[in-house]
């Protein structure tokens, strides 16, 4: 007794100093550590709300002008950019393909605008005026862009792959069983360590029940009325062992939930993943509503379904970094 004491307690202890090591790197190093770099910690927050622009873009139904305190916010961040940092960036060069887009979008609604309309308007034009001004990028593209499905027949894998894009234009038509198949058979071609597949997928198709998580997630705003498949990707905790492996439902699920999609793109389906990252009460609150065990860990839902217009699925389209941003290669 005394021995099986001993032995849990430094169990515990070696945890407890591992995940105390996570918890000061995401102090020290995390978006608002206390070492992170003014300018790194700008950009991605320039990044992320140029996303919220291209994405308001490849919805079922753009809102007019929408986005007012957003281009507000960006013209604040970017203007205090520019007096630290060259804005020759893959952040900012999103930022100028979103405000093209959405100025030549409005502009095509061939209407006038009223003067809460035009003080939007030249807040964008303003700021892509500045943009253009400290900057000079050569291949400005549109932040959106069609997929035609029929287009992707006979495409080698590579060619395949760089066509993947989450889509959030979806029809409502219900996946049938034997395509979930599939599906899932990719997905559990996921590679897992020591071959665990602790991986599970949960699948969802009544609209009740989805609204109902999706309204937990947050994430789905402006397209989630027209979600009617969707999965929850969990990895069971009970597969890991000690403290060396405290992250790993999180590798194996990415993997799994990567494969997932890939599944789904195999059979001409759209996807769009939406995050989990919510507090740990409404993850137990999508648990009780999905009735998952209590030993698995949500990793991400994932919407899918056919796109609405097969020959003209609208996607965001956002720029990638440069390949030697993202290639070190230690020599
Ligand atoms: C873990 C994860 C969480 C995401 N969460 C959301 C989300 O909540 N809502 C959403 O619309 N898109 C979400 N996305 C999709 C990203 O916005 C998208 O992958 C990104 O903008 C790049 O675009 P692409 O997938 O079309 O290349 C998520 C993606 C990942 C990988």
Same mark, same amino acid.
């Given at each position: ?9 430094? %169990? ?16 020290? /190093? ?13 950009? /991605? ?35 205090? @950019? ?10 900012? %060069? ?7 887009? /959405? @100025? ?7 209407? $006038? ?67 979930? #198949?599939?599906? !899932? ?27 109902? !998580?999706?309204? !937990? ?8 009325? #027209? &979600? ?21 439902? /999180? &590798?194996?699920?990415?993997?799994? $939930? ?12 759209? $996807? ?19 009735? !998952? $065990? ?15 217009? %097969? ?14 941003? &993202? ?5």
């Amino acid at each position: 007794m005394i021995k099986r004491t001993i032995f849990i307690l430094i %169990k515990i202890t070696k945890l407890s100093y591992e995940f105390f090591g996570d918890f000061l790197s995401f102090c020290f /190093y995390s978006n608002y550590g206390l070492y992170t770099s003014k300018v790194k910690r700008l950009k /991605y927050s320039i990044l992320i709300e140029a996303h919220r622009v291209e994405k308001g873009l490849a919805l079922p139904k753009t809102k007019l002008f929408f986005g007012k305190e957003l281009f507000q916010n960006l013209s604040k961040m970017i203007f205090e @950019l520019s007096k630290m940092n060259t804005l020759n960036c893959v952040e900012v %060069k999103k930022v100028l393909n979103a405000l093209n887009t /959405y @100025l030549q979008f409005h502009n095509n609604q061939n209407k $006038s605008f009223n003067t809460e309309q035009k003080k939007i308007m030249d807040v964008v034009v303003t700021l892509q005026k500045f943009i253009e001004k400290n900057s000079n990028f050569s291949d400005l593209q549109n932040s959106t862009r069609q997929n035609n499905f029929s287009l992707n027949e006979n495409l080698s894998l590579r060619d395949n792959l760089l066509r993947r894009a989450s889509s959030r234009i979806f029809s409502s038509e219900i996946i049938k069983k034997n395509t979930i #198949d599939k599906i !899932i058979q990719v997905a559990q071609k996921a590679p897992s360590q020591c071959n665990r597949q602790s991986s599970r997928v949960y699948l969802f198709q009544k609209k009740e029940q989805i609204d109902k !998580i999706l309204s !937990i997630q947050g994430g789905a705003k402006g397209y989630s009325n #027209d &979600v009617h498949n969707l999965f929850i990707v969990t990895n069971d905790l009970s597969g890991w062992q000690g403290p060396q492996q405290r992250n790993q439902v /999180y &590798v194996d699920g990415a993997l799994f $939930s990567m494969m997932l999609m890939l599944g789904i793109q195999a059979e001409n389906l759209i $996807s769009c993943s939406l995050n989990l990252a919510i507090k740990n009460s409404d993850e137990k609150k999508i648990k009780t509503i999905s009735s !998952i $065990s209590k030993s698995e860990r949500l990793i991400m839902l994932i919407a899918f379904g056919f796109a609405k217009d %097969k020959n003209r699925n609208i996607v965001a389209s956002s720029p990638r970094r440069n390949l030697q941003e &993202v290639l070190k290669i230690n020599e």
